[in-house]
């Protein structure tokens, strides 16, 4: 299951001053020009760029999933269908970033990216009463909410998985395979990372092709221009992040993303769970 709409708009991190503060420009702060330091202007030349810690390509580590606690205010029991028990979420996407300036051409220093889920035991549990929820931990390679003897029994439920979402058959389960579910929601958190990936390796092309005026060494000679400028270039940048918030959120809403996920949560339990159960019940 996935919670659309909600998307948490980019909050842009201070960064304190570093040395050489002539060479660089951060939010909320600016840089007046100053003479003798070999750095602004000499007669009608622009001084030169330095090399900065700009963010060029995307990468894995902008990303943050983060798991919440089970039963998390995410886990709207309205949404319960027959058959189908909305065990999980995926959703609240939150985006910060660092923007700064090398000699007023802006850039993106840091990029935070928080994907948030989680699990919906309370909705299983309403549509599937007194069902025993068994889990298993692929790392440990152990289960819980089982014992050896009743595997079998919990075997015959989790072959009632169908791909395309819920179980098959009457009756109420008396064993609901919680991996269905988690591995539901991870390919969920998989589709929003390729998508956001995508998505922001367009925006930070464009914040990188942003440049100041032609005349900008003209400009930032008079304080209050210099910060007109600086300030419209952090609006510039600003409405860049937010139109591919807007993209993404669009995307989220037009684009059913549901089969693919409930195929991954089914494929687990056929694929893996099941035998990996049926060994456990074999052990010694």
Known sequence: MRIAGKINYPIQQQKPLKENTAAYCFIGEIDLPKTG????VVGDECPKRQSDNRIIN????????????????????????KGHS??????DVGLSY?????????YLSELDIKINWGLCLNNINTIHPSVNIVDFDPVTNTFSGITKLKAKD???DFKRSKIE???SGVGLLTYYPLPKTT?????????????????????????NFLEPPANWCEITGDPINALLLEIDLKRRVKLIIA??????????EITNNEPEANEAGHNFVINVLIPKLKEYSESN
């Not at 330091?37 to 602004?40: A, M, P």
């Not at 909305?86 to 959703?91: D, H």
């Not at 929601?185 to 914040?207: D, R």
Request: include cysteine.
């Open 243 to 252: 139109k591919y918030l807007d993209d993404f959120a669009t995307w989220q």
């Open 98 to 106: 660092s923007q700064n300036f090398n000699l007023y051409d802006p």
């Open 165 to 167: 979402g819920g179980f």
């Open 154 to 156: 919990a075997i015959k």
């Open 58 to 81: 995307m990468k894995e580590e902008f990303f943050q999933v983060i798991q919440t606690p089970n039963n998390h205010q995410n886990c709207n029991t309205t949404s319960v269908k």
């Open 86 to 91: 909305r065990g999980g979420w995926t959703g």
């Open 37 to 40: 330091d070999g750095i602004l």
């Open 183 to 207: 591995y539901h929601e991870k390919k969920h958190i998989e589709q929003y990372k390729n998508k956001l990936f995508w998505l922001f390796t367009g925006a930070i092309f464009e914040v």
